[in-house]
Nanobody, 124 residues
Framework: VQLQASGGGLVQAGASLRLSCTPSGRSFGTVGWFRQAPGREREFVAATRWAGGTTRYADSVKGRFTISRDRAQNMVYLQMNSLQPEDTAVYYC????????????????????WGQGTQVTVSS
């Protein structure tokens, strides 16, 4: 199983970025994004069921970030708009074979597979 994340970069506040993740090697029930800022614990950002229907966002990104997946292309995206300096972090793509319920989607230990992370830096 491999999860290849890409799309990070250095942008100014207010800009947009789209992260991409290619989960491969098996079928997945839930895919998500987490992030870790310097000196802080990794935190949940967004997740969705691979088959669709249930999506969850962290309060801090709700209304600015959108998670989506293209099942035909086997891709997961995180569209990030109105980026702020506090969004600066390493962003990780995660996946699990199970389709987690809404309340479980935020929990790191629900995800068995992780990508290597992509750096997002937002300057003020």
């Amino acid at each position: 199983v491999q999860l290849q994340a890409s799309g990070g970069g250095l942008v100014q506040a207010g800009a947009s970025l789209r992260l991409s993740c290619t989960p491969s090697g098996r079928s997945f029930g839930t895919v998500g994004w987490f992030r870790q800022a310097p000196g802080r614990e990794r935190e949940f950002v967004a997740a969705t069921r691979w088959a669709g229907g249930t999506t969850r966002y962290a309060d801090s990104v709700k209304g600015r970030f959108t998670i989506s997946r293209d099942r035909a292309q086997n891709m997961v995206y995180l569209q990030m708009n109105s980026l702020q300096p506090e969004d600066t972090a390493v962003y990780y793509c995660a996946a699990d074979s199970r389709a987690w319920i809404f309340s479980a989607m935020t929990e790191e230990n629900r995800y068995a597979y992780w990508g290597q992370g992509t750096q997002v830096t937002v300057s003020s």
